[in-house]
């Protein structure tokens, strides 16, 4: 995971805010999916509950984590959306890093979910929400190689 890792220096946290160490052996081999969001994105709101769903259902057997990263206004708002997600996240108080995420990775809106390979830190999918919402709502083909 040194790869991505470097994007985030320590500030991703689990949902009890303890710091994430990417080279802990459990997250070997994973595909890490990085959701750009926000509470105040309609589009989002009507997105997450769906990539709840398909996080707890393949999470496991497709070995998949995700860090949210939020384009939300404030920090109240920000920690409200959240309670909603199970995975991991990154701190809200590095809106410089985010910032350099979304220019890095071309995020142009939101939501967006890009898929990379954990280990080497490659991008294998850049628009996973439309294989979610319509190309393969089960998840059958995870993870989606070039899309």
Same mark, same amino acid.
């Given at each position: 995971m040194? =790869?991505?890792?470097k994007?985030?220096?320590?500030? #991703?946290?689990?949902?009890?805010?303890?710091?994430?160490?990417f =080279?802990?052996?459990?997250?070997k081999?994973?595909?890490?999916?990085? &959701?750009?969001?926000?509470?105040?994105?309609?589009?989002?709101?009507?997105?997450t509950?769906?990539?709840v769903?398909?996080?707890k259902t393949?999470?496991?057997?497709?070995?998949?984590?995700?860090? &949210?990263?939020? =384009?939300?206004?404030d920090?109240?708002?920000?920690?409200? &959306?959240?309670?909603e997600m199970?995975?991991?996240?990154?701190?809200?108080k @590095?809106?410089?890093?985010? @910032?350099?995420?979304l220019? #890095?990775?071309? #995020?142009? $809106?939101?939501?967006?979910?890009?898929?990379?390979? $954990?280990?080497? $830190?490659?991008?294998?999918?850049?628009n996973?929400? @439309?294989?979610?919402?319509y190309?393969?709502?089960?998840?059958?083909?995870?993870?989606?190689? =070039?899309?």
């Amino acid at each position: 995971m040194t =790869s991505l890792a470097k994007f985030f220096d320590g500030n #991703v946290h689990n949902k009890i805010n303890k710091k994430i160490d990417f =080279s802990d052996q459990k997250y070997k081999g994973k595909t890490i999916g990085l &959701y750009f969001s926000a509470h105040w994105c309609p589009p989002c709101r009507a997105f997450t509950p769906k990539l709840v769903e398909f996080y707890k259902t393949h999470r496991k057997d497709k070995n998949f984590e995700i860090i &949210y990263i939020s =384009s939300d206004q404030d920090e109240r708002t920000f920690d409200d &959306y959240y309670k909603e997600m199970p995975w991991l996240k990154m701190d809200f108080k @590095e809106r410089k890093k985010r @910032e350099k995420l979304l220019k #890095v990775f071309k #995020v142009t $809106g939101i939501p967006a979910l890009i898929l990379f390979d $954990g280990d080497t $830190g490659n991008i294998i999918c850049t628009n996973a929400i @439309e294989q979610i919402q319509y190309r393969d709502k089960k998840g059958e083909n995870f993870p989606w190689k =070039s899309c």
